[in-house]
T-cell receptor, first 117, second 116 residues
Framework: AQKVTQAQTEISVVEKEDVTLDCVYE???????LFWYKQPPSGELVFLIR??????QNEISGRYSWNFQKSTSSFNFTITASQVVDSAVYFC??????????????FGQGTRLTINP | DTAVSQTPKYLVTQMGNDKSIKCEQN?????MYWYKQDSKKFLKIMFS???????INETVPNRFSPKSPDKAHLNLHINSLELGDSAVYFC???????????????FGPGTRLTVL
């Protein structure tokens, strides 16, 4: 069965600090996809990144970077020089093989990130 | 342009009532989903439809009935509402690629349901 664990329930840092959100996953499939979503205080779920199991290349997008390591089943997310607008709940999610065109996203518990001015 | 929209945004109702939440996507996607987010922010899939066909049904009480009149719409009807149904319900959609490639799910703004 697939499972996603975000052990950090809450993180609070001061603006401009770097912060890393951890995500550990479990799956028996060799083909799977990993995602990060952001849920700001306004409540919507915003897609940040998708990674497939065959692509372990790390990715950087502005102040955001992601470190995918299959050896440790981790897909960690780092925000560099954090800003107050980064305050949100961040979710890591996993999907395995599609079922007739649909994919089942399994979410972690979420990490509430607070950036203090 | 709104990609995935839901109505209403807020829904407050009494126990025992029947209510519906509507979802529409203008992304041309083939697959739509309903997720429930509980008070602890935990997100769990409820249903998925692909081209109007029910594909995923995650042991949801049969008081919940999804309906897809066409592939751009997926509505959620809830009968005999209970206190435990209070949650935020998210609709999402994704493209279905015949090649097997898994696309990203894009979420609507959510509907906060409060059952009194």
């Amino acid at each position: 069965a697939q499972k996603v664990t975000q052990a950090q329930t809450e993180i609070s840092v001061v603006e401009k600090e770097d912060v890393t959100l951890d995500c550990v996953y479990e799956t028996r499939d060799t083909t799977y996809y990993l995602f990060w979503y952001k849920q700001p205080p306004s409540g919507e779920l915003v897609f940040l990144i998708r990674r497939n199991s065959f692509d372990e290349q790390n990715e950087i997008s502005g102040r955001y970077s992601w470190n995918f390591q299959k050896s440790t089943s981790s897909f960690n997310f780092t925000i560099t020089a954090s800003q107050v607008v980064d305050s949100a709940v961040y979710f890591c999610a996993l999907s395995e093989a599609r079922i007739q065109g649909a994919q089942k996203l399994v979410f972690g518990q979420g990490t509430r990130l607070t950036i203090n001015p | 342009d709104t990609a995935v929209s839901q109505t209403p945004k807020y829904l407050v109702t009494q126990m025992g009532n029947d209510k519906s939440i509507k979802c529409e996507q203008n992304l041309g996607h083939d697959t739509m989903y309903w997720y429930k987010q509980d008070s602890k922010k935990f997100l769990k899939i409820m249903f998925s439809y692909n081209n109007k066909e029910l594909i995923i049904n995650e042991t949801v009480p049969n008081r919940f009935s999804p309906k897809s009149p066409d592939k751009a719409h997926l509505n959620l009807h809830i009968n005999s509402l209970e206190l435990g149904d209070s949650a935020v319900y998210f609709c999402a959609s994704s493209q279905d690629w015949a090649s097997g490639y898994t696309d990203t799910q894009y979420f609507g703004p959510g509907t906060r349901l409060t059952v009194l």
